[in-house]
């Protein structure tokens, strides 16, 4: 995994852990978020670090020219749409995409790197079927 950022704000850091074309021909690009030693230590100091906090996973997906996101578009994907205009983290600058993650209260930061590059391909799938 590439590290692009340590977000000084919340103390995480931020790795590219792949980028691709999906099937469809969208582009797409999965992050690893992690707590840095700094945080966990506070976290755990505080007695606030517990079997719910983890690192966690983010996937996203170019949206195609055009597609304008609407809540209405019903897109499945884990967790649901999390992040819906702008650009993430590593991605070219002045770009949109669309995106979800993988840091919610029944995550266990276990899901593998493959069961979240399948979840941007179905979204991928999902964003040009719903293209306006």
Not at 38 to 53: N, P, R, V
Request: net charge negative; charged share 35%.
């Amino acid at each position: 995994m590439k590290k692009v950022e340590t977000t000084t704000k919340t103390n995480r850091d931020v790795f590219i852990a792949d980028e691709w074309e999906t099937r469809v021909g969208l582009k797409a690009m999965v992050l690893r978020i992690k707590y840095t030693e700094k945080l966990k230590k506070y976290l755990k100091e505080k007695g606030l670090w517990d079997e719910f906090t983890h690192d966690w996973w983010t996937g996203y997906v170019k949206k195609p020219d055009g597609y304008k996101y609407d809540p209405s578009d019903n897109l499945e994907v884990h967790g649901g749409v999390t992040f819906t205009d702008g650009t993430p983290i590593g991605a070219e600058e002045n770009t949109n995409w669309i995106g979800f993650d993988l840091n919610h209260y029944s995550d266990t930061g276990n899901e593998s790197l493959e069961y979240v590059k399948e979840e941007c391909e179905r979204l991928a799938e999902q964003l040009l079927t719903n293209k306006k």
